[in-house]
Each structure stands twice: as structure tokens, then as C-alpha cells.
């Protein structure tokens, strides 16, 4: 099986490092960071990830507008994209869903289950 490369993209340092820590640990997958989501579509467009895991609410630009951003580039279009957010609500979720992205998990999560929730949305 080949190796899987995720970028996730999060203001939150902490957030990230868990991330990145279980991802790595659990499932032995790739995992590059960024803190903004500038950042996070210049590493899109670099690396050309196989899931993008974007944090909705940031400062400045808030993951929807990034979404949009990665949607309207040719060379980043294709790349799965699954929002995080603390928002729990069905309603909220379904709204985030419409706008194309491939599922929305829910923060907090514990480690198992993000790599469980991410291997179901994409079936891997």
C-alpha cells in the first residue's frame, strides 16, 4: 500500500501537533502542517497532498474561503478536502457539506477514530 500523504491546516499549534502526531503514529501516513490557510494552499499546490484536512474557523481567511481558493485552482481542485470543526450541529454540518467538501469531522476527536473516520470518508 502506498504511503498517504495528508495536509492539515489549522491555526491552532496544538490542534496540529495531535494531528499530525496520530496520523503519523496511527496509520503511518505523510503529514505536512500549516498554520494559515495561505500556507496551506501554497503546500496544496506543492505537493499535491492525497487529503487536505482544513480547520473551518481561523483568523482571516476561515476554511470555507480557502476551500473555495483550493476549488478554483485547476492544479488543486481534485485533492479530497474534509473540514474540522467544533461545531457539532447536523444543520452546520450539512451546510459545510453542500459547499463540496468530502465529510466533516467533528473537534474533539480522539486519535483511533480520526484515522477511522478519515480511512471511511475516503475509503482507504
Do not use: Y
Amino acid at each position: 500500500m502506498d504511503k498517504k500523504s495528508i495536509l492539515v491546516v489549522d491555526d491552532d499549534d496544538g490542534v496540529r501537533e495531535i494531528i499530525q502526531f496520530s496520523l503519523e503514529a496511527a496509520a503511518g501516513w505523510t503529514v505536512d502542517t500549516a498554520a494559515c490557510g495561505q500556507d496551506g494552499i501554497a503546500i496544496a499546490k506543492a505537493k499535491s497532498p492525497d487529503l487536505i484536512l482544513l480547520d473551518v474557523m481561523m483568523p482571516g481567511e476561515d476554511g470555507i474561503d480557502v476551500f473555495k481558493q483550493l476549488q478554483a485552482d485547476p492544479v488543486t481542485q481534485s485533492i479530497p478536502t474534509i473540514f474540522l470543526t467544533a461545531k457539532a450541529r447536523m444543520s452546520e454540518h450539512q451546510a459545510l457539506l453542500q459547499i463540496g467538501v468530502l465529510g466533516v469531522i467533528t473537534k474533539p476527536f480522539k486519535a483511533r477514530e480520526l484515522t477511522q473516520q478519515i480511512e471511511q470518508l475516503l475509503g482507504w
